[in-house]
């Protein structure tokens, strides 16, 4: 499939990924962009908040890139440089997991995570139900 054509949103968040590693995970409710500075703030709350007592497990992976041409340049010489990268996010997609910290810690840290993110998020634990 080219990488400029979407797929249709049919995952639906009763067909969520397994996660294998950690207790905590974070899971997309929604479809979106989320682009590497996202990413980087996310893991900077992570590693400040946890401090170093439990390990995480980023799921996410930019892959494509979001280029622009300079502001006053005439048409044509090419595709601009590349702006950003990204990372297209469909609903039920694994975001994180975290594992080997206190469950109060952990669930505190995921609140600040949800802040950090361009789209709704849930988390959910390895032991109960779904946790918003």
Request: glycine content about 6%; proline content about 2%.
């Amino acid at each position: 499939m080219k990488q400029h054509s979407r797929k249709d949103d049919t995952k639906t968040l009763q067909n969520l990924d397994n996660f294998n590693y950690g207790y905590f995970a974070m899971y997309a409710e929604e479809s979106g962009k989320i682009c590497a500075k996202q990413i980087e703030a996310i893991r900077l709350v992570l590693r400040r908040s946890l401090k170093r007592q439990a390990k995480i497990w980023i799921k996410l992976y930019v892959h494509s890139s979001f280029t622009k041409k300079p502001n006053d340049t005439r048409l044509g010489k090419g595709k601009g440089n590349v702006k950003y990268w990204n990372s297209i996010v469909q609903p039920g997609k694994l975001l994180l997991e975290i594992k080997g910290c206190n469950p109060d810690i952990a669930m505190q840290t995921l609140d600040k995570v949800k802040h950090k993110l361009s789209i709704k998020a849930m988390v959910r634990s390895k032991y109960s139900r779904w946790i918003l």
